[in-house]
């Protein structure tokens, strides 16, 4: 049986996930934070650049903002799993590197000191009893450790389409995410024709430019959620005028509703 969790914690640029999947599997699709799982029991596999990989227990999964992947159990018996989901700004502050997304050397890691340090801050977080300076101390310490060890400074590859680079579309998609956006806006943004863009562009993510902006929509309705605003109210600023259709659309991505994820 499929079960998530999403849990706040009082350090606002993190936020937890514990997740048991068994049916649940993600289509492709990026985030706007660092993800870093820790598989617990069973096996997941996910495809991530243009190759499909497995990760079981011990190993710790990294995912950096905007990387395309999916995510699906690969036996019945189903995967459990531990996820920091931290925001980019608070994390690099936190291990003293550039306000530019870095990449990092693998990302399904082997390394058992790390995967027991990152599941103890990850339980701690969670216990209000934890004294502040304790954790601060943890997140410092298990988050330095990580970049020192497998960070770089190759982050993800640019891709060009046409005129424009991927970052730039995805920021003029931001700056009009409560909008409507048509296919010719964006070709045109690029200098291409309409199919020119969208060979282009699936080419560049393995996404349609609809699945594309979709995403970038409950990523964002995702981050406004877990500061305290209302499910109505994120669901205009995000370009969703039908509250049901907002809430269907935020469990089918995330396996919880919106009101699950307030504090």
């Not at 400074?153 to 424009?164: V, W, Y």
């Not at 690029?190 to 393995?206: E, G, I, M, N, V």
């Not at 370009?239 to 469990?251: E, P, S, T």
Request: charged share 20%.
């Amino acid at each position: 049986m499929d079960k998530v969790s999403h849990h706040i914690t009082d350090v606002s640029a993190i936020s937890l996930i514990d997740a048991r999947f068994s049916q649940f599997a993600f289509k492709r699709h990026y985030h706007l934070d660092y993800h870093i799982g820790l598989v617990t029991e069973g096996q997941q596999h996910y495809y991530y650049r243009g190759a499909r990989h497995y990760a079981g227990p011990g190993q710790v999964v990294l995912l950096p903002p905007d990387e395309i992947h999916d995510g699906q159990a690969a036996t019945r018996q189903g995967y459990q799993v531990k996820i920091f989901d931290i925001e980019p700004e608070w994390l690099h502050s936190q291990a003293g590197l550039p306000a530019k997304p870095v990449g990092f050397k693998a990302h399904n890691i082997d390394d058992w000191a790390l995967y027991q340090q990152l599941g103890f801050l990850h339980d701690k977080l969670q216990d209000q009893q934890f004294s502040s300076l304790g954790r601060d101390c943890l997140n410092w310490e298990s988050f330095s450790t990580l970049f020192a060890r497998y960070a770089t400074m190759s982050s993800t590859a640019e891709h060009a389409l046409g005129q424009r680079s991927l970052a730039q579309l995805r920021d003029f998609m931001e700056a009009h995410i409560s909008e409507k956006i048509t296919l010719e806006q964006l070709a045109e943004l690029c200098q291409l024709s309409p199919t020119q863009f969208l060979r282009q562009f699936k080419k560049a993510t393995y996404m349609t430019p609809y699945a594309y902006l979709a995403r970038l929509r409950l990523e964002r309705a995702m981050q406004l959620l877990r500061r305290g605003q209302r499910s109505t109210e994120v669901a205009h600023q995000v370009g969703f005028y039908d509250q049901a259709h907002f809430v269907k659309a935020f469990k089918q991505t995330f396996g919880i509703t919106p009101s699950q994820v307030q504090r």
